[in-house]
């Protein structure tokens, strides 16, 4: 495929001089900040002004609202095409593949249909405007894909072919019908003004049976006229079309379709018609006369409907391969002297010429957004028809635009959540993508957290894991919400973080004499191996609560292992201390001599470990609480000693 360098599409900023004033820009995934700069060297003008700012995204189609519900139903189409591969074979894969191209365009169609309302019931021109633009852009992408379907998915037979090609043409042409029913509703249908502009665009279309029961009208008006509607009606009648369903093969039918011919040249050399030009021109067009059927250009408004109408009759048994030579031809009859080509001719004549490089090509450069193309391609693909097709720079033309829509979806605040599954059928960049654009989603609320979170879970992305958890901790801290923080830092599995937040736990309790978050806390299980400052807050919670239900013989024991096993930081020994006085002071001996030894030698390492400064700086308060300390420990290890020297004895 010969590679064009094309231009990109100029971007205007509205509102911004480019002449009088420069302009500074930002780069964002997706989108691009732009905004006015005034540098003093090369303006006169000093005084304050108020710049403007403009955002440029890359894909707006994201933005729309009725386009959300394309890209959220095919999204679904996608997945189970992707999970379906391995499952059929054969016959049974084609049809399936067929089915999933007709789902695609029924999506389209349904979206094409609802921004169709909404042009017709806004009142806002502009946005009358661009809901009109759009329809158009859709009518066209389920256009270019039907014949796509036709000729790549499908791929009819030459016969067969003919007859899908003129379904494709009545399905995207303009609609006759209305025009019908007001000719057949008139008091004379046979003399409206219409009545054979009708019959003409019936026949153009391959739709006999209806040409014909117009053509009764005027047999019915005009008893002179009769003889030639006969004939003609005869004609249409016996014009050989191979069904569906229909077992002769091609040569029988170019057989019955060349006797049919010459009857239909017979009576045209016979002047059967000549008294009713239209008539006779209806015949012409029967007999396959390019000029006849060119004079009917414009009830056909395109040059595709006119290939199709010159191929039923002149070539009706077509092979898929000759359509190129004819689908030129009738581009260039049709268009005649004028040149200029529109986008969508060039992506259909690349279709007919089945040039499907060149027809994703096009699609790429003419579509304001890539999930076309990247539907389009990815369905190719399973069709086996783009294997030999690989990208100078590393990845498949399938994956490559994949990558660009879902690149495109994460640059919205909910799509992002389908772009995943696209980037998980990426085999080559995909979690690469994935990886650099979910580190890119604001984290607004726990809730999204926790949703990206699972994504990264469940595909064992555990940097991004870490990365996401300590954000969320971070900003839970800032707000002053530690079991949240606390919470998060376990999922983080930061040791060091959760000893930080072990810290403001202990810090507040400090000052308050109470836990925050005490469900957390009891709960903590295994998690509280993490760090030893969060091991000693989940113990310390633990003698409060052995404490609580006056187990005091269990809760002395964990306070004392607390302290000597060295969990407790040093600067909380005074707290611990302070905790065992109501047990030093119950009715019964609580703490054995050799624990009370254990706690004495404690308060001593604490008073012994100050520095000269730490001393001077101790208060009243302080010095009491020792003293207080150091009167119940002596207490408790007398009566410690005599319980004992008493069980002893006896």
């Known amino acids: 495929m010969e590679e064009l360098d094309v231009e990109p599409p100029l971007t205007l900023i509205p509102g911004v001089d480019s002449k009088r004033k420069q302009m500074g820009f930002a780069w964002a995934p997706g989108e691009m900040v732009v905004y006015e700069t005034l540098f003093p060297k090369d303006c006169a003008e000093k005084r304050p002004s108020c710049p403007k700012i403009c955002i440029v995204r890359k894909d707006e189609d994201v933005y729309s609202q009725t386009l959300r519900k394309l890209f959220n139903e095919s999204h679904g189409i996608f997945v189970g095409l992707q999970r379906s591969e391995e499952e059929l ?24 249909e609802e921004m169709h309302q909404l042009a017709i019931s806004t009142r806002d021109p502009e946005l009358q405007g661009q809901h009109s633009s759009q329809v158009c852009i859709l009518s066209a992408m389920e256009l270019i894909w039907n014949l796509c379907e036709i000729l790549f998915v499908e791929v009819v037979p030459a016969g067969h072919l003919l007859l899908h090609l003129l379904d494709w043409v009545r399905l995207h042409v303009c609609d006759v019908d209305s025009t019908v029913r007001e000719v057949l509703s008139s008091e004379n249908p046979s003399k409206h003004k219409d009545f054979w502009n009708a019959v003409d665009i019936f026949v153009l279309q391959g739709r006999m049976d209806d040409a014909r029961h117009l053509l009764s009208k005027e047999a019915s ?37 060349q006797h049919w011919h010459e009857e239909c040249q017979r009576y045209l050399e016979d002047g059967t018609f000549a008294s009713n030009l239209h008539m006779e021109s209806i015949c012409k067009i029967l007999l396959g006369d390019e000029n006849a059927i060119l004079e009917k250009k414009a009830l056909m408004t395109s040059w595709y409907h006119f290939l199709v109408t010159r191929l039923v009759y002149s070539h009706p048994t077509v092979k898929p391969v000759e ?41 790429s450069i003419a579509l304001s957004n890539w999930w076309f193309v990247a539907h389009l391609t990815d369905l190719l693909d399973h069709c086996k028809l783009l294997q030999s097709h690989n990208l100078y720079f590393g990845s498949n033309m399938r994956e490559f635009l994949l990558l660009e829509y879902a690149s495109g979806l994460f640059s919205h605040h909910s799509l992002w959540q389908l772009g995943v599954d696209y980037f998980d059928h990426c085999p080559e960049y995909g979690r690469v993508y994935l990886e650099l654009h979910i580190e890119r989603i604001p984290l607004n609320t726990e809730q999204k957290a926790l949703k990206v979170l699972r994504i990264c879970e469940q595909r064992q992305m555990h940097d991004q894991v870490r990365s996401i958890c300590k954000i969320m901790a971070m900003k839970a801290v800032r707000n002053n919400r530690l079991g949240s923080a606390l919470s998060w ?47 000693f807050l989940g113990k310390y919670r633990e003698f409060h609560r052995l404490y609580g239900e006056k187990r005091f013989s269990e809760a002395a024991k964990l306070l004392l292992m607390l302290m000597t096993a060295h969990i407790a930081p040093c600067s909380f020994w005074m707290t611990l201390l302070t905790d065992a006085l109501p047990l030093l002071e119950q009715k019964e001996v609580i703490f054995s001599a050799e624990q009370t030894y254990e706690l004495m030698r404690c308060l001593e390492d604490l008073t012994a470990g100050r520095t000269d400064n ?36 006896s």
């Open 323 to 363: 359509l190129r030579f004819y689908a030129q031809s009738s581009l260039d009859l049709f268009l005649g002297g004028d040149s200029s080509r529109e986008p969508l001719d060039s992506i259909l004549l690349a279709a007919f010429e089945f040039e499907i490089h060149q027809v994703i090509k096009e699609c």
């Open 614 to 649: 730490q001393k001077l700086q101790v208060d009243d308060i302080e010095t009491t609480k020792v003293e207080i300390l150091r009167l119940a420990l002596a207490r408790n290890l007398a009566r410690a000693i005599v319980k004992e020297g008493t069980l002893e004895g």
């Open 89 to 112: 074979a054969g016959k049974s894969r084609k049809a399936q593949l067929v089915r999933v191209s007709k789902n695609y365009r029924s999506v389209i169609r349904a979206c094409m």
């Open 489 to 535: 830092s376990i999922r983080a599995k930061d040791a060091a973080f959760a000893t930080l937040i072990s810290d403001r736990f202990l810090k507040d309790y400090c000052e308050r004499g109470s836990f925050s978050d005490l469900d957390l806390i009891d709960n903590l299980g295994p998690s509280m191996l993490l760090s030893d400052r969060l091991t």
């Open 221 to 257: 008006a005009n008893p002179t006229s009769m003889g030639m509607c006969k004939i003609l009606d005869g004609l249409m009648k016996k014009m050989p079309i191979l069904s569906i369903g229909n077992t002769q093969t091609l040569t029988e039918m170019e057989l019955k379709w």
